[in-house]
């Protein structure tokens, strides 16, 4: 008898220590949702819809507020703009509006309309398996250019990995990075247009 | 192996000296010579009743070492013919397949063997492109060479050869060699002129296109090491060496270059360059075989401006963010970059005028320079200028000296220059051009104009005088730090900036933060400034812990006050702006009638966070908090109603204010 309680007693701990260690796990859903939708801001120019997403419309609702409800208030930001207040508070496991990814995403967008698409677009540079860009073909590139190139990806590629840590660390998670990077990655390709070029897992080089 | 070949060798000498009467027909599995293997080899020769015996050669797959030949196919179709009694001709339609670049898919071949004079002349006419090469008999390895518009890229793999990530591209040369070919070694020299020639590398960091020029070279590779030596005059082009892209003048440039090819590196051991009108250079450099940099050692170069920055530089300046630059005068210098980072470099200016289209920065007659090495100390230089303007505050002329000791370039004694009516007096100021680029400035500012400074920065029209001390300032790659502060002198008071940092000054999102102090200012001056109607009085605040992140607030806790004097009606207007309303027993139509009224006190405060501000006044009252409680008759009080309001929304009414446009009082 004394036995059977020991062995219940014991039976009981590991269900209290099963419960206490809470596993956080990773919303990859929502992630793959929220990079899409950071992506797609990148990449399409204005008014032109992410090719493989649903989303609404830009809609802009920076109405001044009723008094009192400005507390409530969530940030202003570009991803509210894009993300419906409802449509977003439903699926919110993971954030990728702070101030600082917000400058990081504004300022990757332009470098990505004026001078990244051209040369997605030539075939010179694509989407590495890792969720940067890399040089796909220099033979593509001016002799003239090509310093300003290989700056342009170093310069993309360091912005990019601000995001997927400035993400991680946002959602309390600084261990995510890697996931993030990842559910990016592949984000980056399956936004990619056709033409564009991209990194198979293996690093080989895949005409989209 | 050794006597195969050279059995080998006596069987086609066997067949070529036998007597054309019968059909000889040789087959072989496998004939190999030095440097030659070639399969499927078969041989005829026939009689031929109208004319000469016709020979006819296949080779299933032959292999030449010294061209990067492997698995080529080789036809030959014509016929043989005795000139003398020692002296042979073999004339016909020679047809290769899987060469590189497709070299010789179809040419026209006259050969003459010559038993007495032991040689071999191969002539070969393939459309635009002759080649004639010329061999002992007995020693076929060793040719020379006479080419005339040969495509460079039937040269692909000779390239490979010494430098495998190397790619031919268009264009042609002319080249006279001698050839000396072993299984193992060859040595080449000869001379060469190129037509327009390109070449490239896989990661394409090595490259150049249209190249024109003439020069000779000498070549030698002994295993898997090359060294090649030219020496030539090129005239136009580009070319590309890693960080350097050059677009060459027309006019001619010497050019003398070492090369050596060992496998993962190529190694520029000497380079001597001069374009004799803006640009000469002597050094050396080193890439991994994939075009990056491991080590430049300029020993010398002079370059002559504009130039020199037309040709040499506009790419470098490019990636530098400085896209179009006007220039004129002379640098000199010399640097050393090795092991990953710069070891010692050496910049002279004379007559230097530099000025970036961005309006950055801009110099004027600037003489002297820096001489600066990672340890040990050096003498001391001086670098003066008559005029030199940053973003856009135009410093006058100054001449400072300074000095490198340990690694650092120091300002060797303190200099004063002149800045918009007063003076910037740098006290100190140390920079590292290694360890994340570390700087440290003390410096002082005394008298300068605000008016004018406002001008510059296109501010609203500040009066008064700025000064103020900086005791330490810190740049370390990531973050810039102040200690003391700045203390603007100005609306007849003082504003003093302390605990100033700016972190990520060259990211997306620079974070500035710093506390401000206002003391005794003038409200009159201050409201017309910014014109927002007009108070008088004395204003007194402050805002602590502001965070200003890319530049737009992000936080601060912000009081103001001012304890009496007058107010104006549309200063009530803005200020109603902010407090969500104008509130108080008067009627606006009344309030009308009145130009200004009196006040005894006027208090604002918000604390800035999540994008919202908490608002407070002098005190709070029931729904509120009062902003200006008035003073005499009429007696108006201003009380805010919003608590918290909408940053954003607060910044776009300000500025609405500001503009003179829209508010009107209910």
Known sequence: MRKVGVVLFAALAVVIAGCVTINVYFPAAAAEQAARKFIGHVINAPGELPPSSSSAPDEPSSEPLPAGAASAYPPLSLVDLLIPAAHAAEQADIRISTPRIEALRARMRARFQSRLKPLLDSGAIGFTHDGLVALHDAGAVPLAQRNQVRQLIAEENADRKQVYQQVAVANGHAEWEPKIQATFAREWINEAHGGWYYQNAAGDWLRK | ?666
């Open chain 2, 1 to 666: 192996m050794r006597w195969r070949s050279s059995l080998t060798a006596c069987c086609i000498l066997l067949v070529l000296c036998a007597p054309a009467r019968a059909a000889v027909h040789v087959q072989a599995g496998l004939l190999t010579l030095p440097g030659v293997t070639a399969q499927h080899v078969d041989l005829r020769l026939e009689e031929n009743t109208a004319g000469p015996p016709q020979l006819s050669l296949q080779i299933g797959s032959l292999d030449v070492a010294v061209l990067g030949w492997r698995g080529v196919g080789l036809s030959f179709e014509g016929s043989l013919a005795r000139l003398q009694a020692t002296r042979w001709q073999v004339k016909g339609e020679l047809a290769l397949s899987s060469t590189p670049g497709g070299a010789l898919r179809q040419a026209r071949m006259t050969a003459i063997l010559d038993r007495d004079a032991n040689t071999a002349q191969v002539v070969l006419d393939a459309g635009t492109t002759d080649l004639d090469i010329a061999m002992p008999l007995d020693q076929p390895s060793h040719l020379q060479i006479d080419a005339s518009q040969l495509p460079l890229a039937w040269a692909q793999g000779v390239l490979e050869r010494i430098w495998k990530a190397g790619k031919l591209g268009k264009g042609s040369v002319d080249a006279r060699l001698s050839l000396d070919a072993g299984d193992d070694a060859v040595r080449s020299a000869g001379n060469f002129t190129l037509h327009s020639a390109a070449f490239d590398s896989s990661s394409g960091t090595l490259a150049a296109q249209a190249l024109d020029g003439r020069g000779k070279w000498r070549l030698q590779t002994a295993g898997r090491r090359s060294s090649i030596e030219v020496d030539a005059t090129l005239q136009g082009g580009q070319l590309l060496l890693g960080p350097l892209y050059a677009a060459l003048p027309d006019h001619a440039s010497q050019v003398h270059l070492q090369a050596d090819f060992a496998p993962g590196s190529v190694r520029l051991s000497s380079v001597r360059f001069n374009d004799g009108d803006a640009l000469g250079l002597r050094g050396s450099m080193a890439f991994t075989s994939d075009g990056e940099v491991t080590a430049v050692d300029i020993e010398a170069i002079e370059a002559r401006l504009p130039q020199a920055l037309q040709r040499y530089a506009r790419s470098w300046l490019q990636t530098l963010g400085f896209g179009d630059v006007s220039s004129d005068g002379l640098l000199s210098g010399s640097l050393d970059y090795s092991g990953g980072a710069l070891r010692s470099f050496r910049l002279n200016a004379s007559d230097l005028d530099l000025a970036d289209a961005g309006g950055r920065i801009a110099v004027r007659g600037m003489n002297g320079g820096f001489d600066w090495r990672a340890s040990g100390s050096r003498d001391p230089t001086t670098l003066a200028w008559r005029g030199l303007r940053l973003w856009s505050l135009p410093l006058g002329p100054a001449h400072t000296r300074w000095q490198s000791r340990d690694g650092m370039v120091r300002l060797a004694a303190p200099v004063g220059i002149p800045l918009l009516g007063g003076q910037l007096r740098l006290q100190q100021l140390d920079w590292s051009p290694v360890s994340r680029q570390h700087l440290g400035v003390s410096l002082a500012v005394t008298g300068v104009s605000m008016p004018a400074l406002s001008k510059t920065l296109g501010w609203p029209q500040f009066q008064g005088t700025l000064a103020g001390a900086i005791p330490a300032l810190h740049y370390h790659g990531e973050q810039v730090d102040l200690e003391g502060g700045l203390s603007l002198h100005v609306f007849g008071g003082f504003i003093d900036v302390t605990d100033l940092s700016l972190q990520r000054p060259f990211e997306a999102a620079p974070l500035l933060q710093a506390d401000i102090a206002l003391r005794d200012l003038d409200l009159q001056a201050v409201t017309s400034t910014f014109k927002v109607g007009s108070m008088t009085g004395r204003l007194d605040g402050a805002i602590k812990g502001l965070r200003l992140l890319a530049w737009k607030p992000v936080a601060f806790d912000a009081s103001l006050h001012a304890d009496g004097g007058r107010i104006s009606q549309r200063a009530i207007d803005s200020l109603s702006q902010l407090g969500g309303g104008l509130a108080g027993g008067l009627q606006s139509a009344v309030l009308k009638i009145f130009d200004s009224f009196g006040y005894s006190a006027f208090g604002l405060s918000c604390r800035l966070q999540n994008e919202v501000c908490q608002m407070g006044g002098i005190e709070p009252v029931d729904g509120g908090y009062t902003i200006v409680e008035g003073r005499g008759l009429p007696h108006i009080e201003v009380i805010g109603h919003q608590r918290a309001v909408d940053w954003p929304t607060l910044v776009a009414r300000l500025k609405a204010a500001s503009k003179g446009g829209g508010p009107t009082v209910h």
